[in-house]
């Protein structure tokens, strides 16, 4: 037994690192889900719930999309409801982009929502971009990264949305 501690000592400050390295990388990863998961805690705060609901009235609607923009630059309220919405979506494109959360589970997360605005909100994008206004990027970009698992993960997909599915098969 002796002998085993003795060349145990020996590696003591391999030991030691290697505990090291290993605390490093479990803090990072918990930190990196907890900025993940906050981000769709900020998604369902009643606020944010109340937000979407009245933008999701207006997305929905049978409204043409200059109909629609026209609302929006006339209802402030509404404007900056949007205003909140994209840029909770930038945040978490850039924060995707820049590694700060974790990557599988943001795609898991936030598909299909972030695709789905996307989809809604590609007028008004496009006609701020039409004005000059830098808007959409990061918002996109993590648009994409959610819908290349549709491809890479068809199978968990369809049985985790059906509904999404069965959709795009009726049309």
């Known amino acids: 037994m002796t ?5 145990l000592k020996q590696f003591e400050w391999i030991i030691a690192f290697v505990i090291a390295w290993i605390t490093i990388l479990l803090t990072i990863r918990h930190f990196k889900t907890s900025k993940t998961i906050s ?3 900020r ?3 009643p606020e944010m719930a109340k937000f979407r609901a009245d933008i999701d009235e207006l997305l929905n609607s049978d409204l043409s999309d200059s109909e629609k923009n026209k609302i929006i630059e006339n209802d402030k309220a509404l404007f900056f ?3 909140i919405l994209i840029n909770i979506f930038t945040e978490i494109g850039i924060s995707y982009k820049s590694r700060i959360i974790r990557r599988q589970l943001t795609r898991e997360i936030f598909y ?4 789905n ?11 701020q971009k039409n004005k000059g206004i830098a808007i959409g990027y990061y918002f996109e970009y993590i648009t994409d990264e959610i819908k290349r698992i549709e491809g890479k993960n068809k199978k968990r997909i369809r049985k985790r ?3 999404l599915f069965e959709k795009k098969e009726e049309n």
């Open 3 to 7: 002998d085993i501690i003795e060349f």
């Open 112 to 115: 299909p929502m972030i695709p």
């Open 81 to 83: 409801k949007i205003k």
């Open 117 to 127: 605005y996307w989809d809604k909100f590609s007028f008004y994008i496009l006609k």
């Open 161 to 163: 949305y059906p509904y």
């Open 43 to 45: 998604l369902n705060t």
């Open 39 to 41: 981000y769709i805690e």
